[in-house]
């Protein structure tokens, strides 16, 4: 139940909608929320944004509120806080050590990530100086130069030029492997310290979470908890404990505090950001991903059905014990059957029926798993028939329902690009030697196996967050497919690869 204050807020919603559709009686209800929608952002709430979300039959009895409209390349992105207005107030706004805040690294504008071309803003505007840009790992080396503006610009090039944050983990003691080779651009790299890019996973739609961070280091085994993958002894604290510690962590190294946060502080920090859900609402071809039974938004996506397990590729869904279902993604079937329209609205048709064969496409292409590790390997099986949602098994959400991280090559040396560093890692008992710019999981358990394991991230809310992958090495969504494309040999044909990256966008 939410907060009395909430259900006011929320009332508050429905009357203004109702105001906004009798006020529209007549006219052209839909070009009018459009209009208002491509006008301006305002910072207040936008009531047109929160009428067209919120119609009577979906999420209004779900409370909360609709913040403003973030333009993206391909349309708007709305938040949607179960706790009515952002309280700023918040710890998670509030700076520590050397000033950061949460916000600094997770912004709203930018689907709660951050993104390259806002963070070349940021430096302009502040001539490097926004708390965002410190050494500890901002910078590509905490040894950077940045006596200069020049050599500023070198030392933070890919936070800018990637959004990528510096995490620094040293291989674990008692791994089976050990650091044979180290090729570091910025220099500064070891095994007591590899220089690991990552992109900041989105702190929001967190409800969805069966992992915590891109390498799980966040999700605590729990040998008393009954959160477990089905069958074994493997079982996991409550999210809401992995996201308290997380918070305290991210103080102590993002923001270099020497202090932690109180556990109040924590609590206040996993309520909000549990409260948040983000989804594209407006698509500049599509228009109202809301209209004509699409199901896109985040008001709808608050009441989107969640628990470990669900939907399980391997065991079947937890509860239900039904048998795994591929068609995770059910947002825009309405949109499949949508006629040829009339003249005027043929744009507006062909996007959406383009967004739905793209739909279809994600949950039903078929894909030959080969050469994954954490399927492939783990199952024993060679190839492993699947399609895009094996993986991306959450309903709607198109996460891991349970924590999986798999290696699908994103690391691998073949992949790398200059401006990363190379990991040249020796099986200490096979002698075996693997390249890598990033071993993943496997500086958590110091399992050879766990090299370049990485966990799906969310699905939602993606065109506000460019670049993808936990490297940010596809810029678009267009890139993310072609990697799948390349990667397991699927044949896209043109017009499926532009169908899957409209539906991405429309996430
Ligand atoms: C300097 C940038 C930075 C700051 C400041 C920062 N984060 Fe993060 N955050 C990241 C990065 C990078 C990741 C992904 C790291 C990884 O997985 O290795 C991340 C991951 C997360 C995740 C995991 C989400 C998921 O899907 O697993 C949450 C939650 C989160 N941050 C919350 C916070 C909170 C709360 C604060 C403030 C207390 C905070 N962050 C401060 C950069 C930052
Ligand atoms: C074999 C498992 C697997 C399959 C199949 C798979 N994915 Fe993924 N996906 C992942 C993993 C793991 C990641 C995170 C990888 C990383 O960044 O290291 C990911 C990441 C993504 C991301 C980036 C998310 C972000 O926040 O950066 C998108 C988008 C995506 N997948 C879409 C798709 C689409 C579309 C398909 C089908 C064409 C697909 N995936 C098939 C496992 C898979």
């Known amino acids: 139940?939410?907060?009395?204050?909430?259900?006011?807020?929320?009332?508050?919603?429905?009357?203004?909608a109702a105001v906004l559709v009798l006020s529209s009686c007549g006219g052209d209800t839909r070009d009018r929320t459009d209009r208002l929608l491509s006008s301006k952002d305002s910072v207040q709430p936008d009531p047109a944004v929160r009428t067209a979300e919120q119609p009577a039959d979906s999420a209004s009895d779900t409370g909360g509120t609709l913040l403003q409209a973030d333009g993206n390349d391909s349309g708007k992105a709305v938040t949607f806080s179960a706790m009515g207005a952002i309280d700023k107030t918040n710890p998670f706004f509030k700076p520590f050590g050397n000033g950061r805040t949460c916000e600094s690294c997770h912004q709203q504008n930018d689907g709660w990530s951050i993104t390259p071309r806002h963070l070349r803003e940021r430096f302009v505007q502040t001539a490097g100086n926004d708390p965002i840009f410190a050494l500890v790992d901002g910078a590509n080396s905490p040894l950077a130069d940045v006596s200069t503006a020049d050599a500023k610009q070198a030392a933070y090039s890919l936070l800018l030029a990637k959004g990528l944050i510096r995490v620094g983990l040293g291989i674990p003691d008692g791994a089976e492997f050990e650091l044979i080779r180290t090729d570091d651009p910025y220099g500064f790299a070891s095994a007591k310290e590899l220089s690991l890019y990552r992109r900041p996973l989105p702190s929001t739609n967190l409800r969805f979470l069966s992992t915590?961070?891109?390498?799980a280091r966040e999700t605590?085994?729990?040998p008393n908890?009954?959160?477990?993958?089905?069958?074994?002894?493997n079982c996991f604290a409550p999210l809401n404990v992995n996201l308290a510690r997380q918070s305290d962590g991210a103080v102590r190294g993002h923001a270099e505090a020497v202090l932690g946060l109180t556990e109040d502080e924590q609590q206040a920090i996993v309520t909000f950001e549990m409260s948040l859900f983000t989804a594209q609402v407006y698509d500049n071809a599509a228009q109202m991903l809301t209209y004509e039974g699409g199901r896109g938004g985040p008001a709808r996506l608050a009441t989107q059905d969640f628990y470990f397990g669900i939907n399980d590729v391997l065991a079947g869904d937890y509860r239900t014990h039904q048998p795994f279902d591929p068609n995770v993604m059910t947002l825009y079937q309405a949109w499949r059957d949508i006629p040829e329209a009339p003249k005027s609205a043929t744009g507006v048709a062909?996007?959406?029926?383009?967004?739905?064969?793209?739909?279809?496409?994600?949950?039903t292409k078929p894909i030959d798993i080969v050469g994954v590790g954490g399927i492939n390997d783990d199952l024993k099986v060679p190839v492993f028939k699947g399609?895009?949602?094996t993986c991306h098994d959450a309903p709607n959400s198109g996460n891991h329902s349970t924590p999986m991280p798999l290696n699908i090559g994103l690391s691998d040396a073949s992949r790398r690009t200059p401006d990363m560093p190379l990991y040249a890692l020796k099986h200490k008992f096979t002698g075996e030697v693997i390249e890598t710019t990033d071993p993943g999981r496997a500086l958590l358990t110091g399992l050879w196996k766990d090299v370049g394991r990485f966990k799906g991230p969310?699905?939602?809310?993606?065109?506000?967050?460019?670049?993808y992958f936990h490297n940010g090495s596809a810029q678009d969504l267009e890139a993310v497919v072609d990697f799948y494309d390349?990667?397991?040999?699927?044949?896209?044909?043109?017009?499926?690869?532009?169908?899957l990256a409209a539906f991405l966008k429309a996430l």
Request: proline letters at 4%; charged letters at 25%; one cysteine or more.
């Open 220 to 222: 605590s085994s729990d």
């Open 486 to 499: 390349t990667r397991f040999n699927i044949g896209f044909t043109e017009e499926e690869r532009a169908d």
């Open 225 to 233: 908890s009954i959160i477990c993958i089905v069958g074994t002894a």
């Open 350 to 363: 062909r996007a959406r029926r383009a967004i739905a064969r793209g739909e279809l496409l994600f949950n």
């Open 1 to 16: 139940m939410w907060p009395r204050k909430t259900r006011l807020i929320s009332s508050a919603i429905v009357y203004l």
């Open 458 to 467: 969310v699905l939602r809310g993606l065109a506000a967050r460019p670049p």
């Open 387 to 389: 399609t895009c949602t």
């Open 212 to 215: 915590v961070m891109w390498d």
